[in-house]
């Protein structure tokens, strides 16, 4: 005997008659039980009230359901097809779009396969660099669609966030010290209290949305490819309404604690290319404030959930981690800027990219490519070839210091840049050493010889750069003048020309 009024219901759910004899698997989480049959999956809100959701009438659950399709479908179509009554019929029995009346609700949806979502990707190692670009392409898209919310207060509701953590994580001294927590309070209301007029600036240029709200791996599948964010939350609008990087940061924080700062970098850099907005790059102010501030909210929550883990012991170590990547990540290192220059076909945007993960605050540098600034100059996609006059002296001249200007904006809000061109010229070099404005300064010159850059120029596919065959032996006659900046052989491998890059760096 039960007392749980929808057991009647679940039980229905999950017997394979009701799926056409398909094998049925049932999976519950604290707030709803999801059945998996064939190519389809129900998803059925629980009779559940907790301070953050309330699902305790059938009224409630419908709306919730009818919430998570609105705000899902937008960016996964392919999953989710449409709310379904669980129908009471005539003679007692219970049907999926029945003519009888309906006694619950639920999300149907399009089965995917469970083992293509980033995290176990991410625990297979198979989250490459590729995969990472398209992801940050995602998530741009989503919030491209995303709708603003006035008038909302994001900077106040993140400063209840923030005290809610503090008592939370005080609750369980056991695991985190209370001198401890109490810096990270302190320092974290520091860092609010500096960049709240931007965070505020921000929600008046319409850059608060109502976002995903629980965007970490788990809840992005890989399908035909392509990466589909799906769970969106759906029962608190307030919870899911924040600052677009905020939103953006669980899912980079989730990446720097598993060990994967090349695709965090690369998940970061993509958005910033894709979304196209210059008020960002004053806006990386805020991200060690928003990775630290998920990061302390993943350890209340797994030291929350360690009581009912299968194994307490690694629960609870999860929750320190989490705990010490916060103290880590509100306390950034000084930001540097770094030039990688050479000729076409010298390696500088794969050592741009590969260089990024490397160089501090996390996730990784900014970087910077003067093919990209191009492009973007003439309102053109990507890959898409310019015409000759766009490469007048004229034009250069603009695009170095375009690229200039971005790097000391990085730079001013706390964050570190790589900045990728060919700088042929003393005076380009020069520009961008002052750029630095105090900050560390470092240029890298690759060289290769003329057969190995013609080769990979002529092998590049998909890429922004236009330069060919005939532009890598024009090149081949420019003075360079005197190079004070450290040469890098970068006739080898991508590795090897990384592994040389860091020891110049590091020099």
Not at 438 to 451: H, I, M, P, Y
Request: hydrophobic share 50%; aromatic share 6%.
């Amino acid at each position: 005997m039960t007392d749980d009024p929808q057991q009647a219901i679940l039980d229905f759910l999950g017997a394979a008659a009701t799926h056409g004899g398909a094998k049925v698997t049932r999976i519950d989480t604290h707030a709803a039980s999801v059945f998996l049959a064939g190519r389809r999956a129900l998803k059925v809100k629980r009779a559940v009230r907790f301070p953050f959701l309330d699902f305790s009438t059938l009224e409630k659950r419908k709306a919730a359901c009818e919430a998570e399709l609105r705000l899902n479908q937008p960016s996964a179509p392919a999953i989710y097809k449409r709310v379904l009554p669980v129908t009471r019929e005539a003679d007692g029995s219970l049907a999926l779009g029945g003519d009888g009346e309906p006694v619950e609700w639920a999300v149907e949806m399009a089965r995917f396969d469970e083992t293509a979502t980033l995290d176990h990707l991410a625990a297979k190692g198979r989250i490459d660099a590729a995969l990472a670009d398209r992801l940050g392409h995602a998530v741009a898209d989503a919030h491209a669609k995303a709708a603003p919310v006035h008038g909302f207060g994001f900077a106040a509701m993140l400063a209840e966030i923030v005290k809610q953590n503090d008592a939370e994580l005080r609750e369980r001294p056991d695991l985190f010290a209370t001198d401890e927590v109490a810096a990270l309070t302190q320092a974290t209301q520091a860092a609010l209290a500096r960049v709240r007029p931007l965070l505020d600036e921000r929600e008046r240029d319409g850059l608060v949305r109502r976002c995903h709200g629980d965007l970490h791996l788990g809840n992005i599948v890989l399908i035909d490819d392509t990466p589909v964010l799906f769970d969106a939350i759906e029962f608190d609008d307030r919870i899911a309404t924040a600052d677009l990087l905020y939103d953006l940061a669980f899912l980079l924080m989730d990446l720097i604690e598993r060990d994967l700062p090349a695709a965090a970098t690369q998940v970061l850099n993509r958005y910033l290319v894709v979304v196209a907005r210059e008020r960002d790059l004053d806006a990386l102010a805020a991200l060690p404030l928003f990775l630290s501030v998920r990061a302390a909210i993943r350890a209340k929550v797994t030291a929350a959930r360690a009581a009912h883990a299968r194994d307490r012991s690694q629960a609870e170590q999860s929750a320190r981690d989490y705990f010490a990547l916060a103290r880590r990540l509100i306390d950034p290192p000084k930001p540097r800027l770094v030039a990688v220059g050479g000729l076409s076909g010298s390696g500088k945007s794969v050592l741009a990219r590969a260089l990024a993960a490397c160089v501090p605050p996390p996730p990784g540098a900014v970087v910077l490519r003067s093919d990209v600034e191009r492009k973007t100059m003439f309102g053109a996609g990507e890959t898409e070839k310019l015409p000759q006059q766009a490469y007048t002296m004229a034009v250069t001249d603009r695009v170095y210091a375009t690229l200039a200007a971005k790097a000391r904006r990085v730079l001013a809000a706390g964050h570190s840049a790589i900045v990728d061109a060919v700088f042929a010229r003393a005076s380009e070099r020069a520009a961008i050493a002052q750029a630095a404005q105090g900050a560390s300064f470092r240029g890298l010159f690759l060289t290769a010889d003329l057969a190995t850059r013609v080769e990979r120029v002529g092998a590049r596919e998909a890429d922004a750069s236009d330069a060919n065959a005939e532009v890598a032996r024009q090149q081949e006659h420019y003075d360079l003048g005197a190079l004070a900046w450290a040469q890098v052989d970068a006739s080898g491998t991508p590795q090897d020309t990384l592994a040389r890059a860091r020891t110049a760096l590091a020099g």
